[in-house]
């Protein structure tokens, strides 16, 4: 398993959005799974990306969005696409986690999405995995 997370190291997230609720406590998440070693994480700091290299990550996770389909999540309006295009706050304002769970070149998940019921964030899915591979504190 491989995951990306796609943030800004200059500006802080979205306070209010609730996309970014729990950003601290997630990116604590991140680093105890880094440390464990039970999957491959890769930061990418969209301060040192060029535009295209951040819009390329953003169409990467639109992919879930369409191919799983029947998963019934979307990300347009989490990253601020719906009226702009191309993801404007993806890995700004509102980071991303892509999650790879098999080689390929597309994630098969990407977090903060929104679904029926709420916004699952990264730290909602963070938390489940380290429970799920049995990584405690």
């Known amino acids: 398993m491989t995951l990306q997370l796609w943030y800004d190291s200059t500006q802080q997230p979205f306070e209010s959005d ?19 070693g039970k999957a491959q994480c890769q930061e990418m700091d969209t301060s040192t990306l060029s535009d295209e290299e951040r819009e390329e990550g953003y169409w990467k996770a639109v992919v879930p969005t369409q191919r ?24 700004r304002g509102v980071p991303a986690l892509l999650v790879y769970k098999a080689e390929g ?3 098969t998940d990407v977090y903060p999405h929104r679904e029926r019921t709420g916004v699952f964030t990264i730290y909602s899915y963070l938390k ?10």
């Open 128 to 137: 489940d995995l380290l429970s799920e591979l049995g990584v405690v504190d």
């Open 18 to 36: 609730p996309a970014n609720e729990d950003w601290g406590d997630a990116r604590a998440l991140w680093d105890k799974l880094k440390a464990s």
């Open 105 to 107: 070149k597309y994630p």
């Open 68 to 91: 799983y389909a029947c998963r019934g999540y979307a990300i347009r309006q989490v990253f601020g696409s719906q009226r702009k295009g191309a993801g404007p706050h993806f890995g």
